[in-house]
């Protein structure tokens, strides 16, 4: 990068890049993560908030907008709130910028760190360039797909939860388990409205390699076994089960899906994206009450 701050026109597609409406998904995983092990608020808190917020969603979406610029061209939904869609004469800044902004946090992440939350960064940073990156190219793996897409939002938890010591419970563990099954829920219904123009471009997907119907039902069973896990966990935690009822609501209308007509579950995708933060809110919520020890 030859300039110290990119021109308006490239700071304004590299903010679309990176997902505004998508920031919270890693960085509230993170710091809540820590704070509620820890409760101390610490450079570590603060930096690795600040990573998991605009840095790390730049470099996971901005490899992949870059490397799937082929396929999203031919793509209607691209080139808005659910990705953008980058010229090709925009490819190199986008990940020069992605590298150069992420690096300084990394570094001083690692300095403030130790061994294992070395491995967990890496691990996180890893699934970021293997899911878009030729070469690799997991996304294009089914059900690996879907596995390392919900890799990058449980990925900033179980570093916080390492970063700062945490105990690991089963009851921790279940907590995981189920934001895991979420987040590959949440990829593999994703996929679903992309079966057609992914078939087209020649990518495989979970959705392609299933099938919209049998994806849509996997999504829903996977939510559903989030709910399940949810009651493993201790009051109030155990209340987040009712989280999986809203995403069951928005994908049942799809359960009969036919390839075909698979654009139309983006209808559903674009009620999800605005029922995260609704689930959100309710998360926040139980962690306000588990930080302040309600019984």
């Given at each position: ?127 970021v360039v293997a899911y878009s990156a030729p070469g690799l190219r997991w996304k294009e793996v089914p059900l690996l797909d879907s596995i390392t897409s919900s890799t990058h939002f449980v990925s900033p938890a179980v570093y916080g939860l390492v970063l700062a010591g945490a105990e ?128």
């Amino acid at each position: 990068m030859t300039d110290v701050l990119p021109s308006p026109g490239l700071a304004r597609r590299l903010l679309l890049v990176s997902r505004p409406v998508s920031w919270v998904n890693t960085a509230f995983p993170f710091a809540a993560a820590m704070l509620l092990t820890s409760g101390a608020v610490d450079a570590r808190l603060v930096l690795g908030t600040l990573f998991f917020l605009v840095p790390y969603n730049l470099a996971m979406y901005g490899i992949n907008d870059v490397f799937d610029y082929a396929s999203d061209v031919g793509n209607p939904r691209k080139g808005g709130v659910e990705g953008a869609l980058l010229p090709p004469e925009a490819h190199r800044a986008t990940l020069g910028w992605a590298v150069g902004l992420a690096l300084p946090f990394v570094v001083a992440l690692v300095a403030l760190g130790d061994p294992a939350s070395w491995a967990v960064l890496a691990v996180s940073l890893f699934a970021v360039v293997a899911y878009s990156a030729p070469g690799l190219r997991w996304k294009e793996v089914p059900l690996l797909d879907s596995i390392t897409s919900s890799t990058h939002f449980v990925s900033p938890a179980v570093y916080g939860l390492v970063l700062a010591g945490a105990e690991w419970t089963p009851a921790l563990v279940a907590l995981l388990a189920a934001f895991s099954c979420w987040g590959m829920a949440s990829h593999a219904f994703g996929a679903v409205q992309d079966v057609e123009p992914d078939r087209a471009g020649g990518l495989a997907s979970i959705a392609t390699a299933l099938g919209a119907r049998a994806t849509v039902r996997l999504a829903m069973a996977l939510w559903a076994s989030a709910g399940l896990l949810m009651l493993l966990t201790p009051w109030p935690a155990l209340l987040g089960a009712v989280i999986a009822l809203p995403y069951l609501v928005i994908a049942a209308p799809f359960w009969r899906v036919r390839d075909a007509t698979s654009a139309t579950a983006n209808r559903g995708w674009r009620h999800f994206l605005w029922v995260n933060y609704a689930c959100g809110c309710i998360v926040t919520l139980l962690c306000i009450a588990w930080a302040m020890g309600v019984r």
